[in-house]
């Protein structure tokens, strides 16, 4: 049987943090739009580099380094996160809640939930494309060329995009969406389908502005495309609490789609 979840985002010790007004609606509210609105910051940024040196599209010349300055928006997102937690009298160790005589049983539950939820990706890919594009497997090659496959960076961008990248974005996403957004929301709002309807709009949103492609049916697209998946990674983690097994889970998936999304 598994033990009690970490007592920091037990869901008894955050409504005690509500009672005594440490928590209020605007932290997690704030959090759940933060890291769509900073990808866009950091796009607008990148894309203004490569308009001074002269680009005749910067923002499409921005988008395939989508795997390098997510960085940015994973270190601004732990700022906010810390800053945060100490306002509840907790520390972003409490939020991520790591038992270390637990590990290998947290591994071993990431590896399944892996081999759950893969298929969701699949089925989540097959719909959106039905939906929108009236076929299950929508061209990315021809839709939008370099941006979404056969991204072309230098030797270190690629390094890193296999390294750094994915090792820091799906905790730092994990955190932000579940240890702390959704533990909270559910105890805010007392419904478990608000909660999911509002941190999965903006998680799934996320995903359809990395990197922004401007053709709304590729947006619309990529959000149906991740919606089934962070809904149903909402529902295990509000019911476990555990949030190493969700990085475990979490980190192949990004890894691959920082693999598959690079020319070979």
């Known amino acids: 049987m598994d033990s009690e979840p970490p007592a920091a985002n037990e869901p008894a010790a955050i409504q005690e943090r509500i009672d005594l007004g440490r928590i209020r609606w605007v932290g997690p509210l704030a959090l759940t739009t933060a ?15 490569f308009l001074v040196r002269g680009h005749p599209s910067p923002w499409r010349a921005q988008a395939p380094w989508w795997s390098v300055y997510a960085t940015v928006v994973d270190i601004a997102c732990l700022v906010l ?26 591994v071993l539950w990431g590896l399944a939930y892996l081999l759950v939820l893969f298929p969701v990706v699949q089925a989540g890919t097959v719909f959106a494309s039905w939906i929108v594009y009236g ?6 090659a021809r839709l939008a060329p370099g941006l979404l496959v056969a991204r072309r960076l230098p030797p270190w961008a690629v390094g ?3 390294s750094v990248f994915w090792l820091l974005w799906s905790p730092t996403e994990e955190l932000t969406y579940q240890a702390y957004c959704a533990a909270r929301l559910r105890a805010l709002t007392g419904r478990t389908w608000l909660t999911l309807a509002l941190v999965g709009f903006w ?4 995903h359809s502005v990395l990197p922004l492609i401007l053709e709304w ?11 089934p998946l962070v809904m149903l990674m909402q529902i295990l983690y509000l019911r ?5 097994r969700m990085i475990v889970m979490h980190w192949p998936m990004d890894l691959l789609a920082a693999r598959l999304t690079l020319a070979p």
């Open 240 to 244: 476990t609490r555990r949030l190493p």
């Open 135 to 140: 076929t299950p497997q929508a061209d990315f």
């Open 81 to 106: 996160l810390r800053r945060q937690a100490r306002r509840e009298g907790i520390g972003l160790a409490d939020l991520l809640g790591v038992d270390r005589s637990h590990l290998g049983r947290e």
């Open 217 to 227: 049916r590729l947006c619309v697209f990529r959000f149906l495309q991740f919606l």
């Open 160 to 162: 890193y995009s296999l």
């Open 35 to 49: 890291r769509t609105v900073l990808l866009l910051v950091v796009q607008a940024v990148v894309a203004l580099g």
């Open 203 to 206: 998680w799934a949103l996320q």
